[in-house]
C-alpha cells in the first residue's frame, strides 16, 4: 500500500488538504487559549493609580430652570457619565457646580473698563464651572482616565437622566497622597 494513492490521500484514508486545514485550525487554537499574549492597554504598563480633580467650564448651556438640572441627580456629590474623544468612560463623582457670572466689559468715560452684569434678556443661557473627581492612571505623557488622555483644552461630553452637553477641561490636578 502506497503512502500516498492518486487522489492525494494519505494511506487512502486522509486527503492532505484536509490534513493542512486541521493542524491550522488546531495551531489557531492553542495560540488563542495556552499562548494568549500579554493582556491590558499600553497605557496601563509602568503607570500609578491617583485620585485626580478635572475643572471644566461650560459655557453658554441653555437651560430653562437650572435647579430643576441640579435637582435630578446633576448635583454636588452626585456622578455623572463622562464620554472623552467618543470613548465612554464611565460614571465619575462631582465635586462641586458653581454658576458663573454673565458680565459684559463697559468702558467707562475716564477710560478705564467695568465688569458689569450682563442686561441682555437671554435668561436661558448659564455658565458653569465643574469639578469632577476620580482616579487616573499616570503615564509619562500625563494622567488618563479610561483609555484616553486628559489634557487641558480637550472637551468632555457629560451625560446623564436628563442632559448631555460638552464643557472644557481648564484645569488639571493630582493628589500625589
Do not use: C
Amino acid at each position: 500500500m502506497p503512502i500516498l494513492d492518486s487522489k492525494g490521500r494519505l494511506f487512502g484514508k486522509i486527503n492532505l488538504l484536509d490534513l493542512g486545514a486541521g493542524l491550522v485550525i488546531l495551531l489557531v487554537i492553542i495560540g488563542i487559549f495556552i499562548y494568549p499574549g500579554t493582556s491590558g492597554s499600553v497605557a496601563q504598563v509602568g503607570t500609578k493609580t491617583l485620585p485626580i480633580e478635572v475643572d471644566l467650564v461650560v459655557r453658554g448651556l441653555n437651560v430653562r430652570d437650572p435647579e430643576q438640572l441640579f435637582k435630578q441627580g446633576f448635583n454636588k456629590g452626585g456622578k455623572t457619565n463622562v464620554i472623552i474623544r467618543n470613548q465612554p468612560h464611565g460614571e465619575i463623582g462631582i465635586k462641586s457646580i458653581q454658576e458663573l457670572p454673565r458680565t459684559i466689559t463697559v468702558p467707562q468715560p475716564d477710560g478705564s473698563v467695568k465688569e458689569l452684569p450682563d442686561p441682555r434678556a437671554n435668561n436661558f443661557s448659564r455658565d458653569f464651572l465643574l469639578t469632577l473627581e476620580g482616579k487616573a492612571q499616570v503615564t509619562n505623557g500625563g494622567p488618563v482616565l479610561g483609555n484616553s488622555k486628559v489634557k487641558i483644552g480637550m472637551p468632555f461630553e457629560l451625560e446623564g437622566f436628563n442632559y448631555n452637553f460638552n464643557a472644557s477641561v481648564i484645569d488639571i490636578r493630582l493628589n500625589n497622597k
